[in-house]
């Protein structure tokens, strides 16, 4: 048996085991996080394609993927860093805009960058006022971590770490 610093971890052989699901988001190593992360966008997948294959009528897939679908990854964007949820969040915009192209009546690749877009404009500017999963990421995870900061300051008094400097200055930034 190999004692001291020779001593090989069970975590450190398999990453992608490494972590655990509490209330609904996704602790551990990054590998894990990311595994995590691409099944959920499977099972988003699997969602896209219920909505456009099992809901017909267009006003109730419109009113099912606005006001239900679209708001799934909110939570996860929230309590996952932004340089872990950057995929699952381009793989959601990929879903978004299938399913969007289902309710419109055209194949996805017929929907230009520019269109999709100005699709994610709000109902007062001329969109449809869907959010960009993509450019929101990074703000949503700040803005759980400056209202966890706000209510609980004594338990960040210890943190230290990339992501914690990263929220440290943007509320020093936004304060000033």
Known sequence: MVTGRNVIWP?????????????????????????????????YSSKADNLINQVENIQERWIIFNRSFCCKPNYILRTTPPALSADFAIGFEVLKKKVLCSIVGIPPQELSDLDYK????????????????????SAAFVASMVDYHNNHNQCLAGMTGEYYQHMVTTIQIGRA
């Open 118 to 137: 100005l699709c994610n404009f709000s109902l007062k500017e001329g969109g449809l006022g869907m959010q960009n999963f993509i450019d929101v990421a």
């Open 11 to 43: 975590w450190l052989i398999d990453k992608l085991k490494y972590g655990i699901e509490v209330l609904g988001c996704y602790i551990g190593s990054d590998e894990y996080i990311r595994l995590k992360l691409n099944e959920l966008l499977l099972d």
